[in-house]
C-alpha cells in the first residue's frame, strides 16, 4: 500500500510503501485516545509485573517488539532485584512447593496401580 498525503499548499508528499496490516496498525493506534503503546505496572508488596498493551498492538509482531524494549528498559532501570521475599511470596514459593509434591506423590500412586482403602498400593 502506497501512502501520499498533500499539504495546507497543495504538494503532495510520498510517504512510502507499507503493509496492509501495519497501515491498519497505525490507524488504530492514532485514532485512540490513549497515549501510550504499553505501560508496565509494578506491585513490589505483592511482587508482581503486569503489562497493559495498547488494544492495537495486542498479538502483533509490533506490540512483542514494543513489550521487548520496554522490559529491556525497565530492567537496565532497575537491575538489582529485591533480596527479601515478602510474606505473600514466601507464600506462594510454599504453595507450589506442595503443589509439586503432591503432583508427584499423585504420579507414583496412579504409576503403581492407584489407592486401595486408601492406601496405595505395592
Known sequence: MSLRVQTANGRT???GSFSPGLVNQALAFAT???PVALTMLNAPLIERKQVLI???????VLGRH???????IFRYTDPAPPTARSELGRMMD?????AELYSAAFSI??????LRGGRAER
Open 13 to 15: 508528499v510520498r510517504l
Open 32 to 34: 485512540d485516545p490513549r
Open 54 to 60: 495498547h488494544p492495537a498492538l495486542i498479538n502483533t
Open 66 to 72: 514494543v513489550a521487548e524494549a520496554d522490559e529491556w
Open 94 to 98: 510454599a504453595m507450589r512447593s506442595q
Open 109 to 114: 500412586v496412579t504409576a503403581t496401580g492407584g
